[in-house]
């Protein structure tokens, strides 16, 4: 399937930078929030972003306006979505939010359209019956920062189509990323499992007292060479965003291990969300870009 016009819907952390992507791929992209400021948020974001690639030579002025020209950015669903070939759905990480968004986009969106969802961890099998084309859904995940993380996770579940998984890869590849095809559906796919484990043992250590997070995070660091420590890692994705995918994952499997820890839901409670907010497990300057 040819695709031509993309919509992302959400224009958050995840949702501007994908839509970025998708025009500097050459895409005609409609970026929609139903928050205004949202929207003035992520185009100042990406003009900041685009102009240090300028800077950089990392990118041409001239390819710097065409990203702009491919890139419309709207709070109307109907105008993002109506003619799209693909949408990729990256609002906040709640299961009833993405089928109500899910249940609109099959009443607006052509019948050939792709759908997928960016969510960290929730099935797209989860969200396909909110359709009436199942075939056409599936789990398109990209990493944080978008702009930057070259994997994608793309997730067939069994009412997904092959030529539907195939549309995601090519778009994928025309957008400059690695790919990689999941057969099977599992919550939180490849990625985030291993990560969730190695966070949750961080937690545990940190909550048992047995040792400062800053010492977890310099532990890992440096005797596992991971380029940044597990609470480094949760400041800067936003406590608030792990707290959701948590919760999320307990809801799907029960187990009150999977619960987000007392830490996680002090800190959210709070309000001391990471980088975004100033303040998670860490103190950052608030100019500090993320
Ligand atoms: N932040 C990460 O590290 C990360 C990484 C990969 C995937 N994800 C996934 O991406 C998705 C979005 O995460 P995020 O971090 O960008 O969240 P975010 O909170 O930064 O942004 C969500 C955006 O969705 C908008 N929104 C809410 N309801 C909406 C609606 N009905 N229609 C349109 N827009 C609506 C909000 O106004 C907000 O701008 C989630 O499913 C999350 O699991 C996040």
Redesign the pocket.
């Known amino acids: 399937m040819t695709v031509k016009r993309i919509a992302v819907?959400?224009?958050?952390?995840?949702?501007h930078q994908i839509a970025m992507l998708s025009a500097l791929a050459g895409y005609e992209t409609y970026l929609?929030?139903?928050?205004e400021d949202?929207l003035e948020a992520a185009d100042r974001k990406l003009k900041d972003i685009l102009n240090r690639w300028i800077e950089k030579e990392k990118l041409t002025a001239e390819a710097y306006e065409e990203a702009f020209h491919h890139l419309h950015m709207t709070t109307s669903?109907e105008e993002a979505a109506g003619q799209a070939d693909l949408v990729v759905e990256?609002?906040?990480?709640k299961l009833d939010?993405?089928r109500?968004?899910f249940s609109k986009l099959d009443e607006i969106t052509p019948r050939h359209a792709v759908l997928a969802?960016?969510?960290?961890?929730?099935v797209s099998s989860l969200i396909a019956d909110a359709t009436t084309k199942p075939e056409k859904v599936c789990n398109m995940?990209?990493?944080?920062p978008a702009l930057v993380m070259d994997c994608v996770e793309v997730v067939k579940g069994e009412h997904t189509s092959d030529e539907t998984a195939q549309t995601v890869m090519d778009v994928c590849h025309q957008m400059g990323r690695t790919a990689i095809l999941l057969h099977k559906e599992i919550s939180g796919f490849v990625a985030n499992r291993i990560l969730f484990a190695i966070q949750k043992e961080a937690m545990h250590l940190y909550e048992g007292g047995y040792a400062d997070f800053e010492d977890i995070d310099k532990i890992v660091r440096n005797a596992l060479n991971h380029p940044i420590g597990p609470f480094e890692l949760m400041d800067l994705?936003?406590l608030d965003?792990g707290y959701?995918?948590m919760e999320q994952h307990y809801q799907e499997t029960g187990d009150p291990d999977d619960r987000p820890s007392q830490t996680l839901v002090e800190k959210v409670e709070a309000g001391e969300l990471g980088r975004k907010t100033g303040k998670g497990f860490y103190t950052y300057d608030r100019k500090v870009k993320s």
């Open positions: 819907v959400g224009a958050g952390a995840m949702g929609q929030d139903i928050s949202s669903l990256a609002v906040v990480e939010l993405k109500e968004v969802t960016n969510s960290s961890t929730i995940h990209f990493f944080f994705s936003g965003v959701y995918v």
